[in-house]
């Protein structure tokens, strides 16, 4: 039960600072913050524990974190676009 309380007290905390560090900074480098300790966290797990990520795996990681990295917002329609698309 003591476990599940100190879980639940780090949870609260990580989700505190991330509200902070949410409003501290963009919504980009809050992205990049988190896909970083991603890398950071699987780079410990395979550094430490033998049993980690397998290779299919952590190429999929990698395969994710290149689209993340790739993704762009949509461009906004212009008006001409918008008419396009009613009459179409």
Same mark, same amino acid.
């Given at each position: 039960m003591a476990a599940l309380a100190v879980s *639940?007290?780090?949870g609260v905390g990580?989700?505190?600072f991330a509200f !902070?560090? #949410?409003?501290s900074v963009s919504a980009t480098?809050?992205? !990049?913050?988190?896909?970083?300790?991603k890398v950071l966290t699987v780079f410990i797990n395979v550094v430490i524990?033998?049993?980690h990520a397998s290779q299919e795996g952590? *190429?999929?990681l990698a395969v994710s974190l290149v689209a993340a990295a790739l993704y762009q917002? *949509?461009?906004? #329609?212009t008006p001409a676009d918008a008419a396009y698309a009613r009459v179409a």
């Open positions: *639940a007290a780090l990580m989700s505190y !902070i560090c #949410r409003a480098c809050f992205t !990049i913050l988190g896909n970083v300790c524990w033998d049993k952590l *190429a999929c917002q *949509a461009p906004k #329609r």
